[in-house]
């Protein structure tokens, strides 16, 4: 019995050695123990359709794109970011200016959602907003502010990580339900529970498309950035301590930018008249009309009166 008791003692003894050797941590040798906790989760995201799905980017893109736009900061991957900022310059070479923002835009594979140039008070000003990709975010700041003076600029950064992922979950519970409707609506054969199952499939579509639209846009603001660039045209940078312009240059400019607009109006004024001239004629014979009227009233007004005659005396009451 004591060989048996020491026999079985040993026995177990190796199997839990074995045990612990076959579920112990990673070995010292750097070797391979198998997939991690990250994979696992990876996995199962694939088997669910988010991993690789039409809504997510490649982790390695996102990293770089975020070490470009955040200035270097290393981020974790599948971070949804989006940048924005607001910019204000200044020039007194407007033209050049605003051609080398346009041309900055261009080379950065960006576009113009918005642009507007404004023009009064004898300058000009640019307001438009930029979409540049989100690793163009940096290079697009800094090569404005070469092509004219900035005055003010504000960077704005807006973590969506949650919703997005929030959202994303959500379109996935929607797919699985919207798979189940269908395959309840194949093995019905009462007609209200068809047209039961018809409704819930309907809003549940309807969730799909909002929910989808919602991701695309995220998606579009991750991937580009959103700058707001006004360009003011000026005659002093706020910097420059020496009047670039004398005053006699610019009242010049302000006479010559007077006799523009003067000459502009009439020729407004003409064109308008002449596309108008037959009503014009017929204002202008009511007027006559009137003025006419009023002086003729004005004539009976101010004519004289003749004297009333005299009345003859009364007699004399008599008194009994």
Not at 53 to 60: N, Q, R, S, V
Not at 252 to 258: Q, S
Request: glycine share 8%; with cysteine; charged share 25%.
């Amino acid at each position: 019995m004591k060989m048996k008791k020491k026999f079985l003692s040993v026995l177990l003894a190796l199997l839990l050695l074995s045990l612990t050797a076959c579920g112990g941590g990673p070995s010292l040798s750097g070797g391979d123990t198998g997939p991690s906790s990250s994979d696992s989760v990876s996995s199962s995201n694939q088997e669910n359709g988010w991993g690789g799905g039409e809504f997510y980017d490649d982790a390695a893109a996102e990293v770089a794109a975020s070490e470009d736009a955040g200035g270097g900061s290393i981020l974790p991957a599948n971070t949804k970011l989006i940048y924005s900022a607001d910019i204000a310059m200044e020039t007194t070479e407007f033209d050049a200016a605003e051609q080398s923002i346009s041309r900055i835009v261009e080379n950065l594979d960006g576009w113009f959602e918005s642009r507007s140039i404004y023009q009064g008070g004898g300058s000009r000003s640019l307001r438009c907003t930029v979409r540049v990709p989100a690793k163009s975010f940096q290079s697009f700041l800094e090569q404005a502010g070469q092509a004219a003076h900035v005055t003010s600029r504000d960077e704005y950064t807006e973590d969506v990580s949650e919703a997005y992922y929030d959202q994303e979950s959500r379109l996935v519970t929607q797919r699985t339900k919207l798979d189940r409707l269908h395959a309840l609506l194949a093995q019905a054969t009462e007609m209200e529970a068809i047209i039961s199952l018809e409704n819930a499939i309907s809003d549940t579509e309807l969730e799909i498309e909002q929910l989808t639209g919602s991701l695309r846009k995220y998606d579009s603001l991750v991937g580009y950035s959103t700058i707001t660039l006004r360009l003011e045209e000026v005659y002093k940078l706020s910097t420059d301590e020496e009047v670039a312009v004398t005053f006699g240059q610019r009242l010049g400019r302000a006479f010559a930018l007077g006799l523009r607009r003067g000459v502009s109006g009439l020729e407004e004024f003409s064109i308008a008249a002449a596309q108008n001239w037959f009503n014009l004629l017929i204002l202008a014979a009511i007027a006559a009309a009137a003025v006419l009227l009023l002086r003729r009233r004005r004539k009976r007004v101010s004519a004289p009166r003749p004297p009333k005659p005299p009345q003859p005396p009364k007699p004399p009451e008599s008194k009994e």
